[in-house]
């Protein structure tokens, strides 16, 4: 989730995400529902087929852990205006937070206090515990390919913290999706991507950044899927995190995709004890069934073996300022989107970001003194139920996100604990 797509007014904010198969690729890899490996190079000429899902992909995103985002923690990013010079702005996104303290020594230390306390392994017990399953880690590009044109600590400084969150998700059985959230000159302009403002991806440097992109990917691929440490916890690789088709174009972020599938798939060691399924984001194109011709023959993905990841948001323009009912429908039409899509493109969809947070003329959203908590706590498991009701018409769902600082619309974890969440994620009963 992005602090700039709270703010702006842009139409785009219409999304989802897939797990699919290719023509000639057996299924993807969704726990206890298909196989744990995939065969891409066996060449087929059946027409895919999908098993009815019996498990579904029931997981939290890790946000505000590698890549910082103002909204998220923002007692943080007081921290980080207090450690630069005196009189210095508060920094807006982890580029500033950077350039703000502009000292890599405290720097460093920062960011390893951040890394070591945000989450810890009780965290990952805890969302193992609840019945989850999978676990969404969004790891920025500069930890495996950093560059001196940017102002991030390089050299890997993130790697041990990774790892140990690999571990302890391997630790208690919990799939890991790893998540490209960056790219070099931002894929989007948003905070999540590191840097707020242009989308340079394509056009400053475009074929440096693509390079970079994709070296990053194989970099993760090799130290996270092929170690044998990890057990196999990687299942999914997604190549990068909302590009911005409106700025970038779908044909230029059919042909990344193309070339970064190829290139991780490449990476998997041949005795790597898990094969992860490519997830690409929608690109906020909507509605998902138009990446119909990029599957198809000449597309450029026709024989590309991947998932399609959507995000759906009822916070943000133009979904903000409806109705409770409007945005009950809403999530009716995106369960009705999902499901096309799944069968025009033959690929899975997963909806791999999603809240509470609601933008409701007539609804409480957690502070109103006149309507008691357990209405309020009740509106919002309607809200979720309904939710995840939808997106289970796909492969299933990932929130955003498992911890936010004092924001429970946002936070998982905290949202649970006020009872807004079922105690089963399962749960359908106060489905509407
Ligand atoms: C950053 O620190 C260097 C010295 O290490 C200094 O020369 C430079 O002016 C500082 N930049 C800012 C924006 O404060
Ligand atoms: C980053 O990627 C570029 C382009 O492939 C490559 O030349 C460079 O060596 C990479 N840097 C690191 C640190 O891996
Ligand atoms: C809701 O609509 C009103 C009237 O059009 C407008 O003034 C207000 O800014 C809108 N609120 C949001 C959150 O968009
Ligand atoms: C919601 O959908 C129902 C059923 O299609 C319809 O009757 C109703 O008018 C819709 N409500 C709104 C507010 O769009």
Redesign the pocket.
């Known amino acids: 989730m992005a602090k700039l797509s709270l703010q702006s007014s842009f139409t785009c904010l219409l999304y989802i995400a897939v797990l699919f198969t290719a023509t000639n690729a057996s299924p993807l890899l969704l726990p206890g529902l298909f196989a744990t490996t995939t065969t891409t190079t066996s060449k087929s000429t059946a027409t895919p087929t999908f098993a009815a899902t019996s498990s579904k992909i029931r997981g939290v995103n890790l946000g505000g852990w590698f890549i910082l985002e103002q909204w998220m923690s923002p007692t943080l990013f007081q921290q980080a205006q207090s450690l630069g010079p005196a009189g210095s702005p508060e920094p807006t996104d982890q580029w500033s937070v950077m350039t703000t303290i502009n000292n890599t020594q405290k720097a460093t230390q920062f960011l390893q206090n951040h890394w070591s306390s945000w989450l810890v392994e009780s965290d990952f017990q805890q969302i193992k515990m609840i019945g989850l399953n999978t676990v969404r880690l969004p790891v920025p590009h500069w930890t ?4 001196a044109d940017e102002p991030y600590l ?1 050299g890997g400084a993130e790697l041990p913290y990774i790892s140990q969150a690999i571990l302890w998700a391997s630790k208690y059985g919990l799939d890991v999706m790893l998540d490209m959230h960056t790219a070099p000159n931002s894929q989007n302009g948003f905070d999540s991507s590191g840097h707020i403002g242009a989308v340079g991806f394509k056009d400053t440097n475009g074929p ?1 950044n693509a ?2 992109l ?3 990917l194989v ?1 993760m691929t090799k130290t996270f899927v092929n170690d044998p440490k990890y057990n196999g916890a990687v299942k999914y690789i997604e190549v990068l995190n909302e590009p911005l088709c409106s700025s970038l174009g779908a044909d230029y972020m059919t042909y990344i995709y193309q070339n970064a599938a190829s290139i991780i798939n490449g990476a998997v060691a041949s005795n790597a004890r898990s094969k992860p399924q490519i997830i690409l984001h929608d690109c906020f194109i909507s509605p998902l069934s138009s990446w119909s011709p990029a599957v198809s023959s000449g597309g450029g993905l026709q024989n590309v073996a991947f998932a399609l990841d959507t995000h759906r948001y009822h916070v943000f323009a133009p979904r903000n300022n409806m109705s409770l009912q409007q945005h009950i429908n809403l999530t009716h039409a995106d369960g009705d989107e999902i499901a096309q899509a799944t069968n025009t493109l033959k690929r899975q969809v997963i909806t791999g970001e999603f809240s509470l947070a609601l933008s409701c003329t007539d609804c409480p959203t957690g502070v109103s003194s006149t309507t008691s908590a357990s209405d309020i706590a009740k509106l919002n498991r309607q809200f979720f139920e309904t939710q995840t009701t939808a997106y289970e018409r796909g492969a299933g769902w990932i929130f955003w996100s498992w911890k936010a600082d004092n924001n429970l619309p946002w936070s998982y974890k905290d949202a649970l604990a006020a009872n807004w969440i079922p105690s089963n994620p399962a749960e359908k009963s106060l489905a509407l």
């Open positions: 495996f390919n950093s560059s390089g440096v390079a970079r994709n070296s990053a970099s």
